[in-house]
């Protein structure tokens, strides 16, 4: 367990609890987190905090006043051979989480995936959008949004997210980084659409949110984190290229036939964001802006490390 505090305690202070602190997002919030004056930050990885285990969750969260969820399971295509075990850690231990933040009084921020769609629609999912999961990870993800709704009505915050990069961790820009050193040409998906979200800035705003809701000026229920705009897997991966110095025609256009993998992928991951209104906020910066900024960061200079959530 990791506890960080900026600066002298005061009663003040906003304890805030982040689990799945190592892994992309959670590295990114627990970063934002100590930078803020105004909060005191308890990051728990996952070898230190198993969702799964109810009673380890309900200790962990006792006293602090916003909880933080970046733990999850992640793996898409292992989910459709391990469903039940994926559910476990994206349904039941947010159900656990849920739980122990309405008998303590503490505010829940969770982060769920436009993956609860099926991908077949041609106009941004608003946040009210009919759900229908294509894939096991979808439903294993759909869980944890219901106990949320179920749980916590008037203390719960499930944030969507989609194509998630970021320096501390898996993604699809570090990828392309990786094999463009590995290879002349790539060929590169261009019939899915998303909005590629870099990971910091998407941490910056949950924290946000959090402070929103903790002044009652940020309503429960479900937010759309995702970039403005929307592209493809190709064009994301031309844009890397260009920012980076790297001719783009190397990238070659193909489709999601060439690439079979064990879970269907939505072909439509474009997350509607009108609900930010509500609490007092516009989108996320467009995709682009935000792939300039972070392809600044020293660490996509040498590739994105891995290190367990």
Request: proline letters at 6%; hydrophobic letters at 45%; glycine letters at 10%.
């Amino acid at each position: 367990m990791t506890s960080r505090d900026s600066g002298a305690r005061s009663p003040e202070r906003v304890r805030w609890l982040v689990t799945g602190a190592g892994g992309m997002l959670g590295r990114d919030l627990v970063a934002v987190l100590s930078a803020d004056p105004r909060a005191r930050v308890t990051a728990l990885r996952r070898a230190e905090l198993d969702i799964t285990d109810a009673d380890a969750v309900a200790a962990a969260v006792a006293g602090h006043h916003m909880v933080a969820n970046a733990a999850a399971w992640t793996d898409v295509d292992g989910a459709e051979a391990a469903e039940a075990t994926a559910t476990a850690v994206n349904g039941t231990g947010v159900w656990h989480l849920a739980g122990a933040c309405a008998r303590a009084g503490a505010r829940l921020l969770h982060v769920s995936t436009d993956y609860v769609f099926c991908g077949q629609a041609a106009v941004p999912y608003p946040e009210d959008a009919p759900t229908s999961p294509l894939n096991a990870y979808g439903r294993s993800k759909l869980a944890g949004e219901r106990a949320i709704a179920e749980l916590l009505p008037e203390l719960g915050y499930t944030v969507r997210t989609a194509w998630l990069y970021g320096e501390h961790g898996g993604g699809f820009v570090g990828t392309v980084l990786d094999l463009a050193r590995r290879r002349e040409r790539l060929d590169v998906v261009d019939d899915q659409h998303g909005q590629p979200t870099w990971s910091y800035v998407l941490a910056q705003r949950l924290v946000q949110l959090g402070y929103a809701a903790l002044a009652g000026s940020a309503p429960a229920g479900v937010y759309h984190g995702t970039a403005s705009g929307w592209t493809t897997w190709f064009a994301l991966a031309r844009a890397v290229f260009e920012l980076t110095g790297l001719d783009p025609e190397r990238i070659r256009p193909t489709t999601s036939a060439a690439f079979v993998r064990p879970a269907a992928r939505p072909a439509f991951s474009v997350l509607g964001h009108d609900r930010w209104a509500a609490a007092g906020f516009t989108p996320l910066p467009h995709w682009r802006t935000s792939l300039a900024q972070a392809l600044r960061r020293p660490a996509f200079a040498s590739g994105p490390e891995v290190l367990p959530d």
